[in-house]
């Protein structure tokens, strides 16, 4: 009982810190791949704790805590290739000028 207990109260804790980052004020997703991966990274940033107790919880039947497992590991990796380009990158780029 100690150990659901304790992921109880992690659970709450976690609760609050992502209440705290206010995800309903990210408004729709934008239409492009940057920017949708930009919001994948950035929610997945926020609840990436919580992912990490569930899959430590051994109430969640083995196959469900190594799929989040794997979940987490792959947002991971794919959050590497989400490095924002800087406005100066942007401003720099012109089409064909290497022709």
């Known amino acids: 009982m100690k150990t ?3 992921a109880n109260s992690s659970i709450q ?3 609050r810190e992502i209440r705290g980052h ?14 949708t991966l930009a919001r994948v990274v950035t929610v997945f940033n926020v ?3 919580l992912l990490l107790v569930f899959a430590q919880l051994p109430i969640v ?4 805590r190594t ?3 794997v979940f987490v590991q ?23 000028r290497d022709l």
């Open 74 to 96: 792959s947002i991971e990796a794919l959050s590497a290739f989400a490095v924002p380009a800087s406005p100066d990158d942007v401003a720099d780029f012109k089409a064909g």
């Open 47 to 49: 609840i990436r704790p």
């Open 4 to 6: 659901i207990g304790r």
């Open 22 to 35: 206010h995800l309903e004020s990210l408004g729709e997703p934008e239409r492009t791949l940057t920017g």
């Open 67 to 69: 799929a989040v497992t």
């Open 13 to 15: 804790t976690l609760d």
């Open 61 to 64: 039947p083995k196959a469900s």
